[in-house]
């Protein structure tokens, strides 16, 4: 499996940035993050449909996970906050169907990770 995470950078608090993960096959996929000196935490999951999502609360109304019709999943983050800084990981369960996974330890694999700074 491979995992291609990119799209983070630097930006201004309440800018805007699309992160991408592509895969080599479609799966279910999440969105981790893991900022300095914390424990990575669950962002959001999407289903192998695409049609089923999940929000962490602390970034539902501002984040939105989506995926293509292939084998690309995206992270649409708006309105960014200093504490939205983490390095970003995509995820992958092998797995069909609806359900959205949203434990690290669902996850068969895992992506590079992009950093994602936001300073003013």
């Known amino acids: 499996v491979q995992l291609q995470a990119s799209g983070g950078g630097l930006v201004q608090p309440g800018d805007s940035l699309r992160l991408s993960c592509a895969a080599n096959?479609?799966?279910?996929m999440g969105w981790f993050r893991q900022a300095p000196g914390k424990e990575r935490e669950f962002v959001a999951g999407?289903?192998?449909?695409?049609?089923?999502k999940s929000h962490a609360a602390s970034v539902r109304g501002r984040f939105i996970i989506s995926r293509d019709s292939g084998k690309n999943t995206y992270l649409r983050m708006n309105s960014l906050k200093p504490e939205d800084t983490a390095v970003y990981y995509c995820?992958?369960?092998?797995?069909?169907?609806?359900?959205?996974?949203?434990?690290?330890?669902?996850?068969?694999?895992w992506g590079q990770g992009t950093l994602v700074t936001v300073s003013s």
């Open positions: 995820a992958a369960k092998i797995a069909g169907g609806s359900p959205v996974y949203s434990r690290e330890s669902d996850y068969d694999y």
């Open positions: 999407i289903s192998y449909r695409g049609g089923e």
């Open positions: 096959e479609r799966y279910a």
